[in-house]
């Protein structure tokens, strides 16, 4: 997954697709969010569990543990060494949902530069990614530390020809019981290893390279070519 994401639909489309009955606490807001060409390191629109409410809030999308002061804030996990390494620990129990409209992938296909794709769900519907994260506190609000990262599996069996990975995105029912703190560490790994949506959910295309520059913002950048 190379880095850049799209969310222009509104929070309670994202919420909807999610068909959580809780009650919403919503700092994000009403209005669709219109962002086309969303780049690390800045605020991504986030869904998590707090006790019984379910949170909408802008986190800074990278996280580092505090030890880990010599190193850039990775963006991404591998699903294969998430819920066991060090660098993560932290905050594995901390899940939430990164709902997204599309990614981009960039692609090496011979010209002078790499050629950049959408990629989105077939159905339409948004895609909602697993993700871990040091999260905001409804009684602290947010921390200078906050931050998330989107966990990534390998993309064999359709998709290699895009990238060799991409984010593990999950059903509505799959991803309510990620989010659930009831929900057991071991069964939460296994989710990710064995229940993410299968390459055949989406579908790719040739996009223009204005998203390669983040100062490029417009709903043109999802238009294909």
Not at 25 to 50: D, F, I, K, M
Not at 133 to 149: A, I, K, N, R, Y
Not at 157 to 183: K, S
């Amino acid at each position: 997954m190379c880095g850049r994401l799209s969310q222009y639909s509104g929070i309670h489309d994202f919420v909807a697709a999610l068909s959580m009955p809780n009650a919403l606490a919503n700092s994000v807001g009403e209005l669709p969010l219109e962002r086309y060409n969303v780049a690390p390191t800045t605020q991504v629109a986030l869904l998590h569990l707090q006790g019984d409410l379910l949170h909408a809030d802008l986190v800074r999308w990278g996280w580092r543990p505090h030890w880990a002061k010599d190193r850039a804030a990775p963006i991404n996990a591998r699903v294969e060494k998430v819920a066991h390494g060090p660098f993560f620990r932290a905050i594995w129990p901390h899940r939430a949902i990164t709902p997204i409209d599309n990614w981009f992938e960039w692609v090496d296909e011979g010209g002078p530069k790499k050629q950049p794709y959408l990629i989105r769900r077939r159905d339409g519907e948004p895609v909602l990614c697993a993700a871990i994260g040091q999260l905001p506190d409804s009684d602290e609000g947010p921390g200078e530390h906050d931050g998330f990262v989107i966990i990534t599996a390998d993309s064999a069996g359709g998709m290699v020809d895009i990238h060799d990975r991409r984010p593990v995105v999950l059903t509505p029912n799959l991803a309510r019981e990620w989010l659930d703190p009831d929900t057991p560490k071991e069964r939460a790994e296994q989710m990710l290893l064995q229940q993410g949506e299968p390459a055949e959910a989406f579908e790719w295309f040739k996009v223009g390279p204005a998203v390669g520059n983040v100062r490029n913002k417009g709903s043109e950048l999802i238009s294909p070519i």
